[in-house]
């Protein structure tokens, strides 16, 4: 079965600190990977996303995920969180049927 | 370019009454998605679309039906509303990756939600 999962829920970070966030899939054949952001009362928005070639991507405001295969992995990553990254990150796979998974509530304290 | 649009944004429901969202796009959009959210559950893809007249099954598709007549519409009824459908629904849309000449291909476009509340 498809499924995508995410290891950490809630996370807190001072301003500064860096950021890293777990995402597993599993997918049968090639599959799109993706990181989705909900800021507080807004919809979901892009961050970043992965079809193939070069397996670190950028997204943006700073942001960077990186596949690899071997590990079914995706994750997130951000080298120095603001207050404005507070917000719930999705991470999500497929190819045209996509799958979230729970999420990750990220509070940065400034 | 509303993008997708969802209607209505908040509902309160009855315990077995029926209603029905919709969710329209103006973006020429093949693929169409129903999700819900519920606090530590993430996103549940419901039922999902690959063109107009085509429906399939998502992860979670008891007590609800859809249907795609139109291209840009897609309908997500409740035939007979519990408690547990209690949420906020989501509609997205995306173009397939075929679709090379657009860099949103495979790129979920989400409407503003619904809030759904069932007593």
């Known amino acids: 079965a498809q499924s995508v999962s995410q290891h950490n829920h809630h996370v807190i970070l001072s301003e500064a600190a860096s950021l890293e966030l777990g995402c597993n899939y599993s997918?049968?054949?090639?599959?799109?990977l993706f990181w989705y952001v909900q800021y507080p009362g807004q919809h979901l928005q892009l961050l970043l996303k992965?079809?193939?070639?070069?397996?670190l991507v950028k997204g943006i405001k700073g942001f960077e995920a990186e596949f690899i295969k071997s590990k079914f992995s995706f994750n997130l990553r951000k080298p120095s969180v603001q207050w404005s990254d507070t917000a719930e990150y999705f991470c999500?796979?497929?190819?045209?049927?996509?799958?979230f998974g729970t999420g990750t509530r990220l509070k940065v304290l400034a | 370019n509303a993008g997708v649009t969802q209607t209505p944004k908040f509902r309160v429901l009855k315990t077995g009454q029926s209603m029905t969202l919709l969710c329209a796009q103006d973006?020429?959009?093949?693929?169409m998605y129903w999700y819900r959210q519920d606090p530590g559950m993430g996103l549940r893809l419901i039922h999902y679309?690959?063109?107009?007249?085509?429906?399939a099954k998502g992860e979670v598709p008891d007590g609800y039906n859809v249907s795609r007549l139109k291209k840009q519409n897609f309908l997500l009824g409740l035939e007979s509303a519990a408690p547990s459908q209690t949420s906020v629904y989501f509609c997205?849309?995306?173009?397939?990756?075929?679709?090379?000449?657009?860099?949103?291909?495979?790129?979920?476009?989400f409407g503003a939600g619904s809030r759904l509340t069932v007593l």
């Open positions: 999500a796979a497929g190819t045209y049927k996509y799958i």
């Open positions: 679309s690959v063109g107009e007249g085509t429906t």
């Open positions: 973006m020429n959009h093949e693929y």
């Open positions: 992965y079809f193939s070639g070069d397996p």
């Open positions: 997205a849309s995306t173009l397939p990756r075929e679709n090379r000449k657009s860099s949103g291909a495979n790129v979920l476009t």
């Open positions: 997918y049968g054949g090639t599959v799109n």
